[in-house]
C-alpha cells in the first residue's frame, strides 16, 4: 500500500505533467483551427493538408531519432533540455507567420520535430513507479483536454481577437510561454522512484543499441502487433485531432469555438478515471492483461458508435464525443500503462520511452500516409466521411489484433515462467 507521501507524490507529480504537457500543446495545435480556404494549392495539396503533413513529418521524424535519444536519456539537465526545445519550436511559429506562403509550410517541420521528443522526456520523470498508472494518465489525457483548450482559445483569438490565422500560433504560444517555465521548474521538484517503487516495478534504465534490440527480439512478434494497433489508434486520433476544426465546419458549428472543449472536457475526464483506476491492480501481469481488453473496449465503442452515425442512428455531436471517448480508451493506455507494465511483467531492464518512441515512429508515419493517399488521389471525400468510415473497419482489425497480441503475451508469459521453474 503507498504511504502519504506517496500519495502526495503521485497527486503532485500527475498534476504538474497534466499542466506541462497540456502547455506543450499550445505550441502544437492552434494552427489547426485555420482553414487556409483561400490558399493556392502547394504540389497538388491542399494548402492546409501540407500544413498538417508537414509538422507530421517533423514529429515522425523526431519519434525515430527519440527511440535512441530518448531510450539513452539520463536523469541531468532534462527540464533545460524541455524549455530548448520549446523555445525552437515557438521560433519556428515566428517564421511561419512572418514568411509568405507557400514558403511558410517548411517551419511547421521545424516546429514538429523538438516538440516530439518532449513527451518522453516528461515520462522519464514518473515512469517505474507504483503509482504510474494514476501519474501516466494524468499525463496522457491531457492530449485530450489541451487539444480541445488550445483549439478554444486559438479559435476565441480569431474571431473576437481578430488575429489572423498565421499568427494564431505563435500568439497562443506567447500566452503559454511563462507558464510553460514555471511548470518545468515544478516538474524538475517531482522525487526520483522510491526503494519500494523499484522492486514493484523494476529499475529504469537507459538502453543502449544492443540491449534496444536484444529486448525488441525477445517479444518480436508481440510488439509488431501492438504497433500495428497503434498505427490505427495514432491515424484516427490525428486526423481527428487535425481535422476537427474542419469536421466541425462540415457539420455545421464552424463558427462555435467552445465545441472543441466541450466534446474533449468530459472524455478527458472518463478517460482519466478510467485508466488511473489500474493503479488499484498491483499485480502487473493482471494488468498488463486486462490493458489489452480496454483497448478493445476502446475500439469497439468507436467503431460501434460510428456505425451509428454512418447508418444516420447518432447526432454528430454524440458522434464525435462518443468516438473520441472509444479511441482515447484505446489510444491513451500505450501512453501511461501498457509498456510500463509489460516491463514490470516480463522484469526486463529497460524504459518506456524506447518502446513508445519505437510505436509512435510509426504511427505518425500511418497518419502523413492516410494524408498523403487523400491529396494525392484527390479524393474528394470529406474528412467526416473518411473518418466515420474508416474507424468502423479499423475498429474491427484493431480488436483482431489486440486479441492476437494479448495471446502472443500470455503464452510467452507461460513459457518464461516454466523456463525459470
Known amino acids: 500500500m503507498e504511504t502519504k507521501r506517496e500519495k502526495w507524490v503521485a497527486l503532485y507529480a500527475a498534476v504538474i505533467t497534466f499542466l506541462t504537457y497540456a502547455a506543450v500543446y499550445a505550441f502544437r495545435k492552434p494552427f489547426t483551427v485555420g482553414t487556409f480556404e483561400h490558399e493556392k494549392n502547394v504540389l497538388g495539396l491542399h494548402y492546409k493538408d501540407a500544413l498538417v503533413i508537414c509538422q507530421v513529418l517533423g514529429y515522425m521524424a523526431s519519434k525515430f531519432y527519440g527511440i535512441r535519444f530518448i531510450a539513452e536519456l539520463k536523469r541531468i539537465g532534462r527540464g533545460k533540455t524541455i524549455l530548448l526545445l520549446v523555445g525552437i519550436s515557438w521560433l519556428a511559429l515566428l517564421l511561419f507567420a512572418l514568411l509568405p506562403a507557400p514558403f511558410n509550410i517548411v517551419c511547421l517541420f521545424l516546429n514538429g520535430f523538438p516538440l516530439g521528443m518532449i513527451w518522453g522526456i516528461v515520462f522519464s520523470f514518473v515512469e517505474g513507479r507504483k503509482t504510474t498508472d494514476f501519474i501516466g494518465a494524468s499525463l496522457a489525457v491531457s492530449f485530450i483536454f489541451s487539444s480541445g483548450l488550445v483549439k478554444t482559445i486559438a479559435k476565441w483569438l480569431m474571431v473576437y481577437g481578430n488575429i489572423n490565422e498565421y499568427w494564431i500560433p505563435f500568439v497562443t504560444g506567447l500566452l503559454f510561454m511563462l507558464p510553460m517555465i514555471l511548470l518545468v521548474f515544478l516538474l524538475e521538484k517531482i522525487p526520483p522512484p522510491s526503494v519500494d517503487d523499484t522492486n514493484s516495478r523494476v529499475a529504469r534504465l537507459p538502453m543502449n543499441k544492443e540491449e534496444r534490440k536484444q529486448f525488441f527480439n525477445q517479444f518480436k512478434t508481440g510488439l509488431v502487433l501492438l504497433i500495428i494497433v497503434y498505427v490505427f489508434l495514432t491515424i484516427f486520433r490525428d486526423i481527428r ?7 466541425w465546419q462540415e457539420l455545421g458549428f464552424g463558427n462555435q469555438p467552445e465545441v472543441f472543449t466541450t466534446t474533449e472536457a468530459p472524455t478527458t475526464i472518463l478517460v482519466l478515471i478510467l485508466i488511473s483506476c489500474m493503479m488499484l491492480i498491483q499485480n502487473n501481469r493482471r494488468a498488463f492483461v486486462l490493458t489489452h481488453l480496454i483497448v478493445v473496449l476502446g475500439f469497439f465503442m468507436a467503431g460501434a458508435s ?116
Open 241 to 247: 485531432d487535425n481535422f476537427a476544426a474542419d469536421m
Open 306 to 421: 460510428s456505425l451509428l452515425f454512418v447508418t444516420n442512428h447518432l447526432s454528430p455531436f454524440v458522434w464525435m464525443t462518443l468516438t473520441g471517448l472509444g479511441l482515447y480508451i484505446g489510444y491513451i493506455p500505450f501512453n501511461c500503462i501498457l509498456f510500463d507494465r509489460m516491463i514490470a511483467s516480463f522484469k526486463c531492464a529497460g524504459n518506456v520511452g524506447f518502446l513508445m518512441y519505437l510505436a509512435d515512429s510509426f504511427g505518425y508515419m500511418g497518419s502523413v500516409g492516410v494524408i498523403m493517399l487523400k491529396a494525392v488521389f484527390n479524393l474528394k471525400l470529406k474528412w467526416t466521411a473518411i473518418y466515420s468510415n474508416g474507424v468502423v473497419v479499423l475498429s474491427v482489425m484493431g480488436i483482431a489484433l489486440t486479441l492476437l497480441a494479448l495471446a502472443y503475451f500470455n503464452k510467452k508469459y507461460q513459457t518464461i515462467v516454466n523456463e525459470h521453474e
